[in-house]
């Protein structure tokens, strides 16, 4: 119960905060111009506007993740609103996992109203989207559980902007993770090889989530890969999780 | 060791508690805390007084969970200090604090009330009570962002004893208040003493502690520099007399104040026969003599006086 509330406190702060609906203006604005996209398109137009509209989701619904999770416990902190809940009942991995479950909570609604945008679109534009649509979305929400939970921990220990910073190059290289692996297996050297395997294993890799072609192509849903790809995501976010709890448990608020 | 933990009529213990902190690029350390030795007792009121920087807050953290002790113990109503479900029968009001602003006071005592695991509706209950208590029941629904220092001030006495405590802990609850708010938070006090809880408060307005204290602790500079009843650390003895009188008659001693016909001078209790004296046989008049009693604060001061490093004295540094 008290995980609950400290997570539907954070959701209704999340929800109150101005800038996250600038943002999902943004999104929604761009889901809409994608429609518009298609009449400058030579080809396939029913596969630009999923494009567009699948890569928006994907785009804003990872900066919605960083823009809340970079100082979601840091803003605590220097708020001094840590004060009055750290000193109840509330163990510090209750405070770490409540805060981040609001999020993945904020982060939910909002993939999903995107998506709803998305289907509304779709059904009026073409057809209603097939299945593979909608277990997107859910991989997607695996990529932004995991995000959230990186961005989480560097905001245990380091301001929004150092926190922004580091979440920002965790995503950039987690995307480009299968090019790491790529060049440390073309790279002449032993160390560079090595290193190379090193960050692959030790980063994540965002492109695991990814369903994006096979949601614009129609292709049928890779249960395996699904599967694959939820285990990866749950275990490596509680992994970071953990480690962002551990680091909080032993800071004193100052 | 055993018996004094399991003794429920301490509510508080504090055991050989001293806290280090780092500080600095090259994280020198800084004591912050050394070696307190405290208790306080089931329904008293107990004040922790002593000057910025002596450990007060540092104490109330530790107590609180929002900081470890470097060394040495605590147990609060039994239980360490360290463990969350200690603090079930605790409430705390930070210095100065701060709260969702986006939320009002009813949602964020709803809240606070959750945390502690309250049924919804005792919840309810309790906010209403407290709203109406502190006189915010025609603002209850607004958000605290339009709230002026002295209502949040209030809301944080509320969410202290949402749960109606077994321990209440207020750091510097006077803080900036004006005389009203200062009233209703030394009534609070009261009440909550009269409720049956312990209350433990850290203020530097020393006329309130000594006026709403049991006990009183003093600290400088991390250390327990005396406890005890208002009046065992005070005592009767009187410190100084002023002596006013009229006429031509120079008297030694601090003057003051003086005017055409009248003067007052403040003198030791070992001059005062033969100041008297002197008035008398130089034909003047005694008009007043008022006994100066120690009080907290000239306890306190005298307190910090010893404490000093020689060096500090020497350079005249406070």
């Known amino acids: ?254 | 060791m055993a018996s004094a933990l399991s003794d429920p009529d301490i509510v508080v213990r504090t055991e050989g508690l001293r806290k280090v902190y780092r500080s600095g690029f090259w994280m020198r350390p800084v004591v912050g805390l050394e070696g307190l030795d405290l208790e306080v007792r089931r329904g008293e009121v107990f004040g922790i007084v002593g000057p910025n920087g002596a450990g007060k807050t540092t104490t109330i953290k530790i107590l609180t969970g929002l900081q470890r002790a470097t060394q040495g113990m605590a147990w609060i109503l039994g239980k360490p200090y360290d463990q969350p479900e200690t603090r079930l029968r605790m409430g705390f009001l930070p210095e100065r604090p701060y709260f969702y602003e986006h939320l009002s006071a009813r949602e964020l005592l709803d809240f606070y009330g959750r945390l502690f695991d309250m049924p919804g509706p005792r919840r309810a209950r309790r906010i209403a009570e407290l709203l109406e208590r502190v006189d915010l029941v025609r603002f209850a629904d607004v958000p605290l962002r339009k709230y002026s220092k002295g209502m949040v001030q209030r809301v944080g006495v509320c969410q202290a004893i949402i749960h109606e405590p077994d321990l209440v802990i207020l750091d510097e609850p006077m803080s900036g208040l004006d005389p009203l708010g200062r009233a209703l938070v030394r009534d609070v006090i009261m009440e909550e003493r009269a409720r049956g809880a312990t209350v433990c408060f850290s203020s530097h307005i020393l006329s309130d502690v000594q006026e709403l204290s049991d006990r009183v602790a003093i600290i400088v500079r991390g250390k327990l520099r005396g406890i005890g009843s208002v009046h065992q650390l005070i005592g009767d003895r009187v410190r100084h007399v002023d002596l006013t009188y009229a006429g031509e008659v120079a008297v030694p001693g601090t003057e003051l104040r003086s005017d055409d016909a009248t003067r007052t001078v403040r003198l030791a209790p070992a001059q005062v026969d033969q100041a008297v004296a002197a008035v008398v046989h130089g034909g003047g008049r005694v008009l007043e003599l008022s006994p100066v009693r120690d009080s907290l604060e000239s306890v306190l001061l005298d307190e910090v006086e010893r404490a000093r490093p020689v060096d500090d004295k020497r350079l005249g540094v406070l």
């Open chain 1, 1 to 254: 119960m008290r995980i609950w509330a400290l997570a539907t406190n954070t959701f209704r702060e999340a929800v109150r905060d101005r800038v996250l609906y600038s943002i999902l203006f943004f999104a929604v604005g761009v889901l809409l111009l994608s429609v518009a996209v298609q009449e400058l398109t030579i080809g396939d137009q029913a596969k630009v506007v999923r494009s567009v509209a699948q890569g928006a989701i994907d785009l804003f619904g990872s900066l919605i993740a960083m823009f809340l999770g970079i100082s979601i416990v840091y803003k605590e902190i220097e708020r001094k609103t840590a004060y009055t809940i750290l000193s109840k009942p509330i163990a510090r991995w209750r405070f770490v996992v409540g805060k981040y479950l609001g999020l993945v909570l904020t982060l939910a609604v909002e993939v999903a109203f995107l998506l709803l945008l998305y289907v509304l679109l779709m059904t009026f534009q073409q057809k209603f989207p097939p299945g593979i649509v909608f277990v997107s979305m859910g991989t997607l929400m695996l990529e932004l559980l995991l995000l959230t939970a990186w961005a989480t921990l560097f905001s245990t220990f380091s301001t929004p902007v150092t926190a922004s910073a580091f979440t920002l190059a965790i995503f950039v290289i987690g995307h480009l993770a299968d090019d790491i692996w790529l060049f440390g297996n073309q790279a002449e050297s032993e160390s560079l090889r090595q290193m190379a395997r090193v960050l692959y294993w030790a980063l994540p890799n965002f492109e695991v989530f990814s369903l994006r072609v096979e949601a614009v192509h129609e292709l049928p849903i890779p249960w395996q890969r699904v599967g694959w790809a939820a285990a990866y995501g749950l275990a490596y976010t509680s992994a970071v999780l953990g480690l962002a709890v551990a680091i909080f448990r032993h800071r004193d608020l100052k």
